[in-house]
């Protein structure tokens, strides 16, 4: 039996639902508060216990979310009862060696791009996928694997995929990355590891400093590029582009997506469907039909509202999510509820957050989220003091959001605020019925 310590987490629960699809016996431990990723555990019936260290029994084989340390009480017992115990980036890697592994990294945009890329090969060809949103799937019978890989602690480090894709490169996990150098560093050792070739975002900034001795090929709308966009089209409806590879002609695309960030994802799905030799026209079809990941651009209908529940946390994605609503609704204005993540990143980059949410209509910020840190020299109120527009809003507070009228309203956390934005639709909609 495999007993994961953290199984809520967003990789772990992935992980859970792809042990369990590969014949194993799975269940784990975690905190009794609900978290989103449990609906892909209790579809499977993955049962999910309270920390205890009586769970840990003889027999079993231990996987330790990375939050967890060995003096985690479940942790201790199962080093004196001398079981085996792996990390999540460790099983991982000993379970995608058996594929053809598509490992997809970069600071941004990397659940989205793996679970598009999850999308396609799996209704293709079949594809196996781990995906950061807590998605997990496997088959034996499969050829290909989608893996998000993470850059913190350099864990991805742990892989050995076919492909090594990266979406970009930029300053965070500021806890642990002493400075942008240092994260450029940590891709150039990750893009070693693939086995046949990197596919990397030519238009970031910092991509083609990397001294990788594999094969690399850029994707973008520069024309330096090897995948390149062009002839792009943005309307309230999506993106079109015809995708030139190489300077061959690949085929058109046109696509029920919003923002260049997201354009960007989908030349690095089509660029590895290309070098697999995929139709451009079944790669088409099947993006088209690609409803996004969870918690990535998640949008409900309130009344002449649009709420929006998105992961976006550093200051470069809430900028390009920004975006991306004003692209499709550019007639609203735009609302912004703020969950920050982490002391040092909102230290790191509390100017930035500033100024962005200067630009939005009004922006409501909750406490920081303290994760993995217990407690930093900033708080919420460092950042609402200096904008406007800006004011407090608690978890129970969606009384807060009652009276916005046509509005996009971005619900923005990688934590889960859940309740604040459910209290709000279930309330506002009760409203407009009556």
Not at 175 to 199: C, H, L, N, P, W
Not at 392 to 419: A, Q, R
């Amino acid at each position: 039996m495999y007993y994961l310590v953290g199984i809520k987490g967003s990789g772990m629960s992935a992980l859970a639902s792809i042990l369990f699809d590969l014949g194993y016996e799975v269940t784990g431990s975690d905190r009794e508060e609900h978290f989103f990723t449990e609906e892909g555990l209790n579809e499977r019936g993955i049962k999910i216990l309270p920390f205890d260290e009586n769970n840990i029994k003889e027999g079993m084989i231990i996987v330790k979310g990375n939050a967890f340390d060995d003096e985690h009480p479940e942790i201790k017992k199962a080093m004196e009862l001398e079981l085996p115990i792996h990390t999540y980036q460790e099983m991982v890697a000993k379970l995608t060696k058996m594929f053809r592994t598509i490992a997809v990294a970069g600071c941004h945009g990397k659940t989205s791009t793996t679970s598009m890329l999850a999308h396609v090969f799996d209704n293709l060809s079949g594809c196996n996928y781990l995906i950061g949103d807590g998605t997990g799937h496997a088959s034996k019978e499969n050829k290909f694997f989608a893996l998000e890989a993470c850059e913190y602690k350099r864990h991805f480090l742990e892989y050995s995929p076919y492909y090594a894709i990266i979406t970009n490169i930029d300053y965070d996990h500021v806890d642990y990355f002493k400075d942008i150098d240092d994260v450029i560093d940590a891709y150039r050792e990750y893009g070693q590891t693939s086995e046949k070739m990197v596919i990397a975002c030519g238009d970031d900034q910092y991509t083609h400093s990397l001294e990788v001795s594999k094969p690399i090929f850029y994707y973008g709308l520069d024309d330096d590029n090897d995948i390149i966009a062009k002839d792009v089209n943005y309307t309230n409806h999506g993106i079109s582009f015809d995708v030139f590879v190489e300077d061959n002609y690949y085929g058109h695309f046109d696509l029920p997506i919003f923002g260049k960030h997201q354009l960007l994802n989908t030349l690095a799905v089509i660029g590895v469907c290309y070098y697999e030799r995929l139709e451009a026209k079944e790669v088409a079809k099947e993006l088209k039909t690609f409803e996004g990941a969870r918690r990535r651009f998640s949008e409900t209908i309130v009344g002449d509202n649009v709420v929006i529940d998105d992961y976006a946390h550093h200051p470069n994605e809430i900028k390009a999510t920004i975006k991306a609503a004003k692209q499709k609704y550019e007639d609203k204005d735009i609302i912004i509820v703020w969950q920050p993540h982490t002391y040092t990143r909102t230290r790191e980059f509390k100017d930035d957050y500033i100024e962005i949410l200067k630009g939005v209509s009004k922006a409501y910020i909750m406490e920081i989220h303290g994760s993995r840190e217990n407690n930093g020299d900033i708080s919420s109120e460092d950042i609402i003091d200096k904008i406007p527009n800006a004011e407090y809003i608690g978890i129970d507070e969606y009384n807060k959001l009652m009276d916005i009228e046509n509005s996009v309203i971005l619900f923005l956390s990688p934590n889960d605020i859940s309740k604040l934005e459910n209290d709000y639709i279930e309330n506002k909609k009760e409203t407009i019925e009556k």
